[in-house]
């Protein structure tokens, strides 16, 4: 695995992942969605997940889990997630420095996720109060929604002319992230383990810098540009 230097020089902007990076929502998430599976008489989330796409986000493989119900299973999801997130979601040890730290550092933070807006904003509410990011963007708001790189290029636009790995980078925590920043021309950065398998190439991993957890990544981070 790689590990290249992480100095800022011609750094503008960070993009962070929310799910499983910059929120830890995943326990929130099965809990959810386990709930909606027993209420339909259905095997759990462990057994059904096997159904999905990987290139779709988890609110559009309703679709495929559930066919021509599934705005009316993913209302059934989104009424128990919010009343069970805000006790369960969690902020990772080590992302509140890191965003801080880029901001004294005067680089540009964004999110992008397939989430859906109004699951993000509050959830960021109540993680982040007192982080401001210099853009959101969820799912559906782009052209396309990761993996493709079309969401972090709507993301930067006006802060970056032209991505390279040199002056955007993408931090996220799966394939579907790394997959997004490379076809974007940015540069992959990895966070943590992911929450769904989803196999990649050699030739893939070869190309990523992988962080055991945001302690890690801050560290090396703050370590290479305490002086600037």
Same mark, same amino acid.
């Given at each position: ?61 309703? !679709?495929?889990? &559930? ?15 919010? /009343? ?21 550092? /005067?680089?540009?933070? +964004? ?22 990011? =210099?853009? *959101? ?11 493709? %790189?079309? /969401?972090? *290029?709507?993301?930067? /636009?006006?802060?970056?002319? +032209? ?8 931090? %996220? ?7 997004? !920043?490379?076809? !974007? ?5 990895? +966070? %943590? ?11 893939? !991993?070869?190309?990523? =810098?992988? &962080?055991? =957890? &945001?302690?890690? &990544? ?11």
């Amino acid at each position: 695995m790689q590990r290249q230097s992480l100095n800022v020089s011609g750094l503008l902007v960070v993009a962070f992942d929310w799910d499983n990076t910059l929120a830890l929502t995943r326990e929130a998430l099965v809990r959810a969605i386990n709930e909606v599976l027993h209420q339909q008489q259905m095997p759990n989330w462990e057994v059904v997940k096997q159904q999905r796409n990987p290139d779709l986000s988890f609110r559009d493989n309703f !679709a495929v889990i &559930f066919g021509d119900r599934a705005e009316e299973m993913y209302a059934k999801y989104r009424e128990i997630y919010l /009343q069970i997130a805000p006790q369960i979601v969690k902020v990772p040890d080590g992302a509140t420095k890191t965003l801080k730290l880029l901001n004294d550092l /005067q680089i540009k933070t +964004v999110i992008v996720s397939n989430k859906e807006r109004e699951l993000l904003l509050r959830e960021k509410d109540y993680l982040y109060p007192l982080i401001e990011f =210099d853009r *959101i963007v969820c799912g559906h708001e782009a052209p396309r929604d990761k993996p493709h %790189g079309e /969401q972090l *290029i709507y993301a930067v /636009q006006g802060m970056v002319d +032209v991505i390279n790995p040199q002056n955007v980078w993408l931090v %996220g925590d799966s394939p579907m992230d790394s997959r997004c !920043a490379l076809s !974007a021309g940015a540069r992959a950065i990895r +966070v %943590g383990q992911p929450i769904w398998n989803s196999a990649e190439s050699e030739s893939e !991993a070869a190309t990523i =810098d992988y &962080f055991a =957890d &945001f302690g890690e &990544f801050y560290r090396a981070l703050e370590a290479e540009n305490h002086d600037n």
